[in-house]
């Protein structure tokens, strides 16, 4: 029977590399790889891929299924990233769209996507060996088990970089959000697994852009403002959407509906306009993304970590109003432009 798989250990952001004379037994700092989570079982005859939340992995990279039944050594149990990398030899970097297109219903379409865009999987902790389990342990043994176990396997399957010096961790922090990472992660070496339990740090990109507000979504609740939808004008001088706002409390979302009424764009009839906005590919089936349409009058500083393309990677964050800006002075030319760094120089 394969492993258990648990909840895996989670890390609570921290606003720089943080000091490993302040931890006992000091700090592990690793590249906080911008993917999905996934817990691997081999137990000599089944793989199983399990996720963060309740969707298992397994059936949506067969690619990997067959490496690591192939390639691991003994049975198992290994937390890690699974990633897609795109792009040409030497300028190769983490592709979040072609990630996230790997998880689709159709067999016939998983299969080609396999082979199309095909995923790695970065390993950087060992639970279970044999039948040792070694949750219980401290990461430093953990982290020596897992490079004893899967030293010099090769593609597909990496072992991530660690280093215990803080000022190379603050260099990956800059240097490697080339490739596509996200940041940077702390591990306590002297603490066991904790599954669900959030005792690391992360470290990730920080920064403000001035964006228009260009419509919202009603809460799932049915009552108040979900989300806001944002946007910044391109080349062509059109108002592109990228990205959403959330995580109101539940008196903001209220007070926000009769803030942005006057905002609201209407038919000849005095009917509210609507949009249709993108669906995500882990949305619930039928789920509603209608969004109200806003006049683009209204502008706010947002704090956001990645570009994707011509979107925010993740949700936003809030920062403050901007009455002062004009909202076509909103474009992408404020946003910060990253230097080119190749995934394959992050895994040496």
């Not at 999905?36 to 137990?43: A, E, I, T």
């Not at 947002?302 to 809030?318: A, M, N, P, S």
């Amino acid at each position: 029977m394969p492993y258990e798989i648990p909840a895996p250990m989670l890390a609570k952001a921290a606003p720089d590399i943080p000091d490993p004379a302040k931890t006992p037994g000091g700090l592990s700092f690793e590249p906080k790889w911008d993917g999905f989570r996934g817990l691997v079982s081999w137990d000599g005859e089944t793989v199983e891929i399990g996720s963060r939340g309740a969707k298992p992995l397994t059936r949506y990279f067969p690619e990997l299924v067959e490496a690591f039944a192939r390639l691991l050594p003994e049975p198992c149990l290994i937390d890690g990233e699974v990633v897609v990398p795109r792009g040409e030899s030497g300028a190769q970097r983490l592709d979040w769209e072609s990630l996230s297109q790997r998880i689709h219903p159709a067999a016939s379409r998983v299969a080609m996507l396999a082979e199309t865009t095909p995923a790695m999987f970065i390993a950087f902790d060992l639970l279970a060996r044999g039948d040792r389990d070694l949750q219980p342990e401290p990461f430093s043994e953990r982290r020596a088990q897992l490079l004893d176990l899967l030293g010099g396997v090769g593609d597909p399957l990496h072992i991530t970089r660690a280093t215990d010096d803080p000022q190379l961790a603050r260099r990956w922090l800059a240097e490697f959000e080339g490739a596509g990472l996200d940041g940077v992660v702390a591990k306590p070496l002297a603490l066991p697994y904790a599954p669900n339990k959030r005792t690391m740090f992360k470290v990730k990109h920080a920064r403000t852009a001035d964006v228009v507000a260009l419509g919202y979504r009603i809460h799932k609740s049915g009552q108040g403002v979900g989300s806001l939808l944002v946007g910044l004008y391109g080349e062509s001088g059109e108002l592109q959407n990228v990205g959403a706002v959330s995580a109101w409390s539940d008196k903001r979302r209220l007070e926000l509906i009769d803030e942005l009424a006057p905002l609201v764009e209407t038919d000849a009839a005095g009917e509210a306009l609507t949009g249709e906005g993108e669906k995500s590919r882990f949305s619930a089936p039928g789920r509603d993304s209608s969004f109200v349409r806003l006049r683009p009058e209204l502008v706010l500083e947002v704090r956001y970590d990645q570009l994707e393309g011509h979107r925010f990677r993740h949700t936003v964050q809030f920062e403050r109003w901007r009455p002062d800006r004009d909202p076509r002075s909103c474009t992408y030319d404020q946003l910060e432009s990253v230097a080119a760094y190749d995934v394959g120089a992050v895994l040496q």
